[in-house]
């Protein structure tokens, strides 16, 4: 699993992007990599804010050569599905509409491909994969959270004074206006590396697919996307329908984070009833699946285990 040729810097052979309709008509830039032959089974990956799918495509490469079919969609908004009332930041109304979205994508793609299911979320796609789960919205065989946003950081300290501010400044003038203007969080004299990976080869890809595809790089949140990041974490946080949810979950929870709150994300995945938690210490940064070696080899051997019990292979 460590370092191998593959090109972290091209569409592999065999892959597809193109864009779906939502229930609205809103666009949604996906991605599509059939297995080769009998597929094992079906996996839908969603990344973080901002995230596109070109940042990922040596770890999808990964489950695709283990005979996976590959799937992933750019969140409303972000990346190349468009952008919210004109914002350039990245903006939304209501984490209700990336749920709606998320809810008939999904729909469709277990309809039309093969199971097991399985569905994986980073960071931002990690809290919306649970609270999907958790909302009953979709019903896979098996779910992973990687470095998943469950709690925010706040420059304030605490969340709910954060939300507080957050609130305020909104009402202060256009909420899609972005909340910031550098660096994946305000304040902070950390690199915005140093905040993601240790490892700058792979941080440098995402810089050189950037600068390939400018269209798709989406600029710091807006102060609605920040009010409603609060506070859906928050509601699901606190939800009762946490030791309900049912579907076998592994998570992968980087305890030094310095994007998302990793103790408010220990707290809430322990309310869950069939869920595995991994944490990483100091060795890594928010991208665990992008980290150096020793890192992300970890973490795809723990992903990859839990596939072979919740879904072994026919």
Known sequence: MASSPFDRRAIPAGAEIGFWQAEDGWPLRRFDWPAQGTARGSILFQGGRGDMVEKYLETLAHWHGQGWNIAWFDWRGQSGSGRVNGATSGHIEDFADYIADYRSFAREWQASTPGPHVVMGHSMGGHLVLRALVERAI????????????????????????????????????????????????????????LLTHDRDRYQDELWWQKANPANVTGPPSWKWLIEAFRSTRELRDSPALTAMEVPLLALVAEADG???????????????????????????????????????RAIGEIDRFLEAQTPKK
Not at 158 to 178: C, D, I, T, Y
Not at 275 to 285: D, L, Y
């Open 259 to 297: 994007l998302v709150d990793a103790k408010a994300g220990l707290a809430t995945l322990a309310k869950l009833p069939d869920a595995r938690i991994v944490r990483f210490g100091p060795e890594s940064a928010h991208e665990i699946l992008r980290e150096a070696d020793a890192v992300r080899d």
């Open 139 to 194: 019903r896979p065989d098996a779910a992973v959270l990687v470095a998943p946003m469950l709690g925010l950081k706040s420059p304030l300290g605490l969340a709910a004074v954060g939300e507080r501010f957050a609130r305020f400044m909104g009402g202060l003038g256009n909420p899609a206006r972005a909340a910031w203007k550098d660096n994946e969080r305000p304040y902070t004299i950390e690199s915005r590396q140093s």
